[in-house]
């Protein structure tokens, strides 16, 4: 009887490892990478975002939404790599999470305080909800 015991919390310690994973940092070389796809886009040379565009801004949302950290670093880092390329259309940018249905509130604007962005409580309850039903994201919000 112990022993069954031992097992099911082990199990129960494996499950729980696997569902709530620790946040990493987020990654300031690989989040313009993976917006690459989206400069013609955002150069206004097409009218909307490819399907690797939004695939990339999915992954760029995913990584930058497990804390105010994290937030505020993806801010940063857009707003940095926005500067590096000429004629960044700032309308299609803000416009790009919505066409691509991406739940990230930062916008890539040149004047974006990014120290002001939060996750709210409201988000956080809805990320918990989301992270036990096995997926999603979260949004983000300057305050």
Excluded at 17 to 34: H, M, N, T, W, Y
Excluded at 42 to 61: K, R, Y
Aim: hydrophobic residues 40%; glycine residues 2%.
């Amino acid at each position: 009887m112990a022993k069954t015991t031992v097992h099911c919390y082990v199990w129960l310690i494996v499950a729980i490892a696997l569902i709530v994973r620790p946040s990493k940092a987020f990654d300031c070389i690989g989040a313009p990478q993976e917006l690459i796809p989206c400069l013609s886009y955002l150069q206004a040379a097409d009218p909307t975002p490819s399907i690797e565009c939004c695939s990339g801004a999915q992954d760029v949302a995913n990584s930058a939404n497990s804390s105010k950290d994290d937030l505020q670093s993806a801010c940063q880092c857009l707003k940095s790599a926005a500067q590096t390329y000429p004629d960044i259309n700032y309308d299609n940018a803000k416009q790009l999470p919505a066409l691509c249905n991406v739940n990230l509130n930062i916008t890539i604007d040149p004047n974006i305080d990014c120290t002001k962005l939060q996750v709210t409580s409201e988000n956080l309850e809805e990320k918990s909800a989301k992270i036990f039903s096995f997926g999603g994201d979260i949004s983000m919000h300057a305050v």
